[in-house]
């Protein structure tokens, strides 16, 4: 009979992997393991708990937070401060860092960055959301408090990096640096389960996946490369088709397993990209390389951009390396 790896065995099972392995980082994937499960407890009866709509309020990027933000961000951030293993949390929700400043908090070595929600405006129409996270070790000095340096590493510093989606059912995909593993959750006995091990991008795909009602204040090249997708060419597949949901995670999820690419370029309404460096970008990007991706700006690997502030945001193209490096030639 097969057996069937739950998270906390692969974890166990692969901390010799984790470069300064001590225990602390596969306790600190195991409390977002833990929080995912909340978060995802109530997005599944939202309705019915009256949490759907908006929170009346804005977060830091001056975006209407979701009630369901708010929820999950707490839930994050409450879970990440109780189990010790990180110094400080940045959220996408907070205009600034949050530092867990008591004495064992101060001796932890790592910091997290995190989109509690990703998506969020699909939660009223019951579709696709999830939650992106990021993980590195401190560069302050262990037992003082966190600093702003201590979030605004490049990407290649990262230790760890994934996302929960949360949909027909609930996946928690991650990566340490060892290749990219999905864990499908089982609410029957509450575990995650190996699902999909060692996840690869297809190198190429018939899928683009862009917001076009923003075309026209695209940049020429990415114009063009739209029109080329759109193009018949039987030898290619083309034209490919359009698939775009406004989760990033559900659009980086399927493009991931089936071949594909995800566009969020820079444009007039968004003059340096829309998505976040620090807490969407490094993250997939990261996840992307890992699995055999691509991940730039539109010349640039996203994971070397020096960050300069906490909500940073960036021109953003991501998927297989094939379809990357041809939109690349159009920019």
């Known amino acids: ?117 990703d998506g969020s405006s699909n939660i009223d129409a019951n579709i696709t959301v999830g939650t992106i996270f990021s993980i590195y070790r401190r560069v302050s000095k262990e037992g003082s408090p966190a600093t702003l340096e201590d979030f605004l590493q490049p990407g290649t510093k990262q230790v760890a990096a994934g996302y929960l989606i949360y949909g027909t059912s609930t996946i928690l995909v991650y990566t340490t640096g060892k290749g990219v593993n999905g864990f499908t959750f089982d609410p029957g006995i509450g575990s995650f389960f190996l699902s999909h091990p060692a996840i690869i991008f297809p190198p190429k795909g018939i899928t683009y996946s862009i917001n076009e009602g923003n075309y026209v204040h695209f940049p020429d090249g990415i114009k063009k490369y739209i029109k080329w997708v759109q193009q018949f060419d039987e030898k290619e597949n ?55 991706g691509k991940a730039t700006d539109g010349f640039n690997r996203i994971m070397e951009i020096e960050p300069e502030e906490l909500h940073q945001r960036v021109p953003f193209i991501c998927g297989s390396k094939e379809m990357v490096e041809k939109a690349e030639e159009f920019l």
């Open 1 to 117: 009979m097969e057996r069937h790896i739950t998270l906390g065995e692969f974890i166990i099972e692969n901390q010799k992997d984790f470069p300064y392995a001590k225990g602390e980082l596969s306790a600190l994937l195991s409390s977002i393991r833990l929080a995912g499960k909340v978060v995802n407890q109530q997005i599944n009866k939202a309705g019915l708990a009256e949490i759907l709509g908006k929170a009346g309020k804005e977060n830091v990027q001056g975006e209407s937070q979701a009630k369901l933000d708010v929820m999950a961000n707490d839930v994050f951030v409450d879970t990440l401060r109780n189990r010790g293993e990180i110094c400080g949390l940045a959220s996408e929700e907070l205009e600034d860092f949050l530092v867990f400043d008591d004495e064992i908090h101060k001796k932890a070595k790592y910091v997290v960055l995190i989109d509690p929600l």
């Open 238 to 292: 083309r034209p490919f088709t359009s698939r775009y949901t406004g989760s990033l995670v559900a659009d980086f999820h399927r493009n991931m397993l089936f071949g594909g690419i995800f566009l969020y370029p820079e444009g007039t309404t968004a003059p340096k990209g829309k998505l976040r460096l620090l807490y969407e970008g490094n993250p997939m990007a990261f996840l992307a390389e890992q699995a055999g």
